[in-house]
């Protein structure tokens, strides 16, 4: 027979969930909301862009929309004033704001990447403490391969994942004792429709080159590990899961087709 703890129920068969995701307007904050509610969760779908999550929630039941800006503390506390219950944060909002070489370093670009990848998620996860901790929730953080490689170019993005990565580790110590999971999953080539034309200001072309010839990953293979890392059986705390196309060994080495 099993030990007791090995056969606790999963969060896949408990009663009706919480989740909250940031970020939820499209990419794998979109596809992470879409299939929670899929599974049966509650989710609160929360971005800056309101008539995208109510597109999402007409078109998939179970999910709720809130305007959130994760740079605003009067907006976060209103998302957690919200929420009834909290048993999952998935703290996903985030991007990049340029590519440029430390030398030329655009000082705003790179506060406004500190701002919404690292503070952002210091100020939802802040406002949602208190409902996670009653429910022993779980974080999951969007982190990247950018938290733990470097490349010429990346500094502004790659800082701030290098901070996400602490402040996971973090959470985690500070936490344990509350019965909180804190988790990261680090993708890297994802192919959205945003992450790059974001990050190039709009540029498609330069945009489309950093996929080129390579079977990229898609949001929702990011959002099946994260769902995967929140339905775990709760004695269970996956640190930490990095994701990569099989074409990228490394931020540098990704083997393109010609
Ligand atoms: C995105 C991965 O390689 O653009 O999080 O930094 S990368």
Known sequence: MLPTRNRAPTNLSAMTRTAVVTGASSGIGAATAVLLAKQGWEVIAAARRLDRLEELAAEHEGIRPQQLDVTDPLSTQALADSVAACDLLVANAGGAFDLDPLSDADIDAWARMY???????????????????????????TGSTAGYWVYEGGGGYVAAKHAVA???????LEEVEHGLRVSEVAPGMVKTPEFSLTRFAGDQARSDAVYA????????????????????????????????????AASHKVIRRP
């Open 166 to 172: 602490a402040l996971r580790q973090i959470l985690r």
């Open 213 to 248: 010839g390579v079977d990229a990953l898609v949001a929702e293979d990011i959002a099946d590990v994260i769902v995967w890392v929140a339905t775990r059986p709760r004695h269970v705390n996956i640190d930490l899961v990095q994701v990569t196309p099989q074409q990228q």
């Open 115 to 141: 701002d919404v990848n690292v503070l952002g998620l210091v100020r939802s996860v802040q406002a949602l403490l208190p409902a996670l901790r009653a429910a022993k929730g779980h974080v999951v953080m």
